[in-house]
């Protein structure tokens, strides 16, 4: 009888593990972690950009001519006279434009892409790129839709290339200094977060016509407000909860100017629920002034945290208080310092611009544009 017994264990112990191994190779080795091949060159960062449709392509393009340690390589970008407009502004030698991103990628052969197409054009980018071992930092969101954000974790992993979001809000020090008072344990824990962003609207504001034409087109932004602004507090709230994923997602939409956005919304809110917090997400094409800044709330008092330096903490039933932040590292200066470092190996890859966090800021915001009924107008 013990005999049989002690069979009975050791045959089921290898069953066991026959299925721990089945599973393990159903799951794929591509969910292990990898390291990037990072960059071995030195100098400059060699810089290519694949779209000048995005209209924050205009500060790479003067920090550029600026400044020493990144170089323009090359240039992808179907539209010869978009390019020849910011050529005359910004002195850019004829022989960085290329029309197809992969001319521009096989005659340049950039260290990194930086990304300035549509959301949509994210995909055909990354595609092209990552075979080629090219790193990319793509501007915010990474994606709207999960399916494309799976298939950048796929290509990421396959071809050891870094895929990096780009937030404004990265390189606030009153975001990184509400992060820290967190973290010691000052203002903690966080019971809810509140998150304001974004401005009078990109028509209002004066975006050009190639950048406001991919805004407003549902196919190639995924919404307006809610994915334009909508994904600031996604990324800062999955931050700020160490990577955890909301429990539950609920958004409205509403179009409140439709003779001017008649195809998206211009003001969400999102509300993401988890186990111990709520973060309520307010992105708006409809703010009366430029708009980035968040509030936490904890049980040790709240933190206000706007742009760049500025920043207040307040105690119960207490007037707020203004703070200096700390210094950031140098490295998390502006996202060129960062991309150079990151890219060559000289830096942990900020967990704000990671692949991992921005899958579930991408997740996030699919299913708050699925939660969403059909946008209202007023």
């Known amino acids: 009888?013990?005999?049989?017994?002690?069979?009975?264990?050791?045959?089921?112990l290898a069953i066991l593990a026959s299925l721990a191994t089945t599973v393990s190779t159903a799951r794929g080795a591509s969910e292990l972690p990898t390291t990037p091949a990072f960059s071995k060159e030195t100098g400059p960062l060699r810089i290519g950009i694949i779209g000048l449709v995005h209209g924050h392509v205009e500060g790479l393009l003067w920090q550029a001519s600026?400044?020493?340690?990144?170089?323009?390589?090359?240039?992808?970008?179907?539209?010869?006279?978009?390019?020849?407009?910011?050529?005359?502004?910004?002195?850019?030698?004829?022989?960085?434009?290329?029309?197809?991103?992969?001319?521009?990628?096989?005659a340049a052969k950039p260290?990194?892409?930086?990304?300035?197409?549509?959301?949509?054009?994210?995909?055909p980018a990354v595609e092209a790129c990552a075979p080629r071992g090219v790193h990319l930092l793509l501007e915010k969101p990474l994606a709207f839709s999960t399916s494309d954000a799976?298939?950048?974790?796929?290509?990421?992993?396959?071809?050891?290339?870094?895929?990096?979001?780009?937030?404004e809000t990265s390189w606030y020090a009153s975001v990184r200094e509400a992060k820290r008072l967190v973290e010691s344990g000052e203002r903690a824990p966080i019971r809810r977060m509140v998150f304001r962003h974004g401005h009078?609207?990109?028509?209002?504001?004066?975006?050009?016509?190639?950048?406001?034409?991919?805004?407003?087109?549902?196919?190639?932004?995924?919404?307006?407000?809610?994915?334009?602004?909508?994904?600031?507090?996604?990324?800062?709230?999955?931050?700020?909860?160490?990577?955890?994923?909301?429990?539950?997602?609920?958004?409205?939409?509403?179009?409140?100017?439709?003779?001017?956005?008649?195809?998206?919304?211009?003001?969400?809110?999102?509300?993401?629920?988890?186990?111990?917090?709520?973060?309520?997400?307010?992105a708006s094409w409809a703010w009366t002034h430029d708009n980035k800044e968040m509030d936490v709330y904890t049980e040790r008092g709240s933190i206000h945290a706007a742009k760049w330096d500025e920043l207040q903490t307040r105690e119960e039933n207490a007037p707020p208080q203004s703070l200096k932040p700390q210094s950031k590292p140098a490295h998390l200066e502006n996202e060129w310092t960062y991309l150079r470092n990151v890219v060559r190996g000289e830096c942990e890859v900020d967990p704000l611009s990671s692949l991992e966090f921005n899958v579930i800021v991408a997740e996030i915001l699919d299913e708050a544009r699925r939660a969403t009924t059909k946008p209202g107008t007023r």
Request: charged share 20%; proline share 5%; with cysteine.
């Open 1 to 12: 009888m013990p005999h049989r017994f002690s069979s009975a264990i050791f045959l089921a």
């Open 66 to 106: 600026q400044r020493t340690d990144i170089k323009i390589v090359g240039i992808a970008e179907p539209d010869r006279a978009i390019f020849d407009r910011l050529a005359a502004k910004y002195k850019l030698d004829a022989t960085l434009y290329h029309a197809t991103t992969t001319a521009m990628l096989d």
């Open 111 to 123: 260290e990194a892409v930086s990304v300035m197409s549509s959301i949509k054009d994210h995909l």
């Open 150 to 167: 799976e298939r950048f974790e796929a290509l990421a992993r396959e071809h050891r290339v870094l895929i990096l979001t780009n937030f």
């Open 200 to 282: 009078k609207g990109p028509k209002e504001i004066g975006c050009t016509p190639e950048f406001l034409a991919w805004l407003t087109d549902p196919a190639q932004n995924g919404g307006g407000a809610i994915v334009d602004f909508g994904c600031y507090g996604a990324v800062l709230s999955t931050w700020l909860m160490n990577g955890q994923q909301p429990t539950s997602i609920t958004a409205s939409v509403s179009t409140l100017k439709p003779k001017i956005y008649p195809l998206v919304d211009d003001d969400a809110t999102i509300i993401l629920t988890y186990p111990a917090a709520t973060a309520v997400i307010q």
